[in-house]
């Protein structure tokens, strides 16, 4: 079992934009951070699910269950109804993903319990500032 938690920080709406995630797996952990130039908060939260996500795919092999992890409401309310007003193309793209596990439990935590990639999603962004 896999546990993966991941997080936005976006400067300006839309601006610049951190992201974080954070795996946990086989008693280790994993911090991964990246950017990306410009978009909106929620378009921010789909790319950091992403991001884990592909991470996920290239480092582990796929039989895994898998724990995701998200303070964001959006992002869990459409993975969880696979439905989005807005951001269907992210969505689309995020299933093509979870796809490929045979489970996935996409939990929606508040942010005191997502601080570690929290501060990954801060610290990718203050290197795009």
Request: hydrophobic residues 40%; negative net charge.
């Given at each position: ?8 920080a ?31 908060n ?88």
């Open positions: 079992m896999i546990k993966l938690y991941t997080d936005a976006t400067k300006g709406n839309p601006g610049p934009t951190g992201l974080g995630a954070l795996v946990l797996a086989d008693h280790q952990q994993f911090q991964l951070t990246s950017t990306v130039a410009n978009c909106d929620h378009q921010g939260e789909f790319a950091a699910a992403e991001f884990g996500f592909h991470y996920l795919l290239q480092h582990f092999p796929t039989a895994q269950t898998i724990l995701f992890y998200t303070d964001s409401r959006l992002l869990s309310d459409a993975i969880g109804k696979n439905y989005t007003k807005h951001y269907q193309a992210e969505l689309d793209r995020l299933n093509a993903l979870l796809n490929r596990f045979p489970t996935v439990v996409t939990q929606w935590i508040p942010d005191a319990q997502n601080q570690g990639a929290h501060h990954l999603a801060n610290q990718a962004l203050q290197s795009v500032e």
